[in-house]
């Protein structure tokens, strides 16, 4: 006959987990802020949090509440959020613009040379003034702060010109890295490509963006960089954008660009996460028996309950022995 115990455990049953119908359109209200470009979704709990976010006239503070955006109306300090169609561009960045939102000196910006776009557009990382070349430009705020991200190491690949011809030691320098006030300066791989009269062009990997991190180290080494042009940032290459032209991401590459994040995310640690095997079904895995639990050979635990088996005197034995031995 079956122990209690086990008939208690042969009557439980899983539940199965119902999705409400109506249910796929919400998502978590920090997300949703996140998309909107209001700032990461770490931030965008903090708005939560603090008081300034409402939904349909109704502050929220608790995270993880859903929302439909398309039915439901949400403010932050006032200003309705709107959704919008994703939108992804690469363009093909002009030296004299900046990659900013706004810019009190009213210098040139990079969303200045999309002057039909209805949505709020954000550029994926930066590119200093001075520099031009590929650059993505998008209205998915979430999507480009994680891209932008030095968690996630998305590679950039650059063109450099440079004043004088870099020497094999200098290229292996700039792989070891140099010490600068922020930490160290790296490229994570450095090729010449040709040879211009007294110039010379090189090609560099780097997987995260720093202020003027090239041109830095570069001249560090004695080399003034002359002209730097971003050719590729992840999968996507420029190809033949004119400058100061852009076109849509196709939605293989959009997808790619996806994938990427999702094998490039790392624990804290900087590891991605154990995946630990699940048993066998059916199959109970027995917990290990430790040593000092067996009882020694040939000898019984004591029956008594709650008191400790007496220990065995070993050693007057061992000496009697010797002793009748003598």
Do not use: W
Request: aromatic content about 4%.
């Amino acid at each position: 006959m079956a122990s209690p115990r086990r008939k208690t455990r042969t009557q439980r049953t899983t539940p199965t987990l119902k999705t409400p119908q109506g249910d796929d359109s919400q998502v978590r209200l920090q997300k949703v802020l996140a998309s909107a470009g209001f700032g990461s979704r770490r931030h965008c709990e903090e708005f939560i949090q603090s008081g300034r976010v409402t939904v349909d006239g109704k502050t929220v503070v608790e995270l993880g509440q859903r929302v439909d955006p398309a039915k439901q109306k949400i403010q932050l300090d006032g200003e309705t959020v709107s959704v919008e169609k994703k939108v992804y561009y690469v363009l093909n960045k002009p030296t004299g613009f900046l990659c900013t939102h706004s810019d009190p000196a009213g210098r040139r910006r990079v969303i200045d040379l999309f002057p039909k776009a209805k949505q709020r557009l954000f550029t994926v990382g930066r590119l200093d003034e001075n520099s031009e070349g590929l650059i993505l430009v998008t209205n998915d705020g979430e999507f480009a702060n994680r891209l932008a991200h030095p968690r996630y190491r998305v590679s950039r690949v650059y063109e450099v010109q440079v004043a004088g011809i870099p020497t094999p030691d200098i290229l292996r320098q700039m792989r070891e890295g140099l010490r600068f006030s922020e930490g160290y300066f790296r490229v994570d791989r450095a090729r010449r490509v040709r040879v211009k009269g007294k110039t010379a062009v090189l090609q560099l990997t780097l997987n995260q963006g720093r202020n003027r991190e090239i041109r830095r180290l570069l001249a560090r080494l004695g080399h003034k960089v002359m002209k730097l042009r971003r050719i590729q940032f992840g999968p996507i290459k420029l190809g033949k954008v004119n400058l100061g032209e852009h076109r849509t991401l196709t939605p293989h590459e959009v997808k790619q660009l996806e994938a990427l994040l999702e094998t490039k995310r790392e624990t804290r640690s900087g590891r991605p996460p154990r995946k630990h095997a699940a048993p066998a079904k059916g199959k109970r895995t027995a917990p290990a028996k430790s040593k000092s639990a067996a009882p020694a050979k040939g000898k019984r635990s004591s029956p008594v309950k709650g008191k400790a088996a007496p220990a065995a005197k070993k050693r007057p034995q061992q000496k009697a022995t010797k002793s009748r031995r003598r």
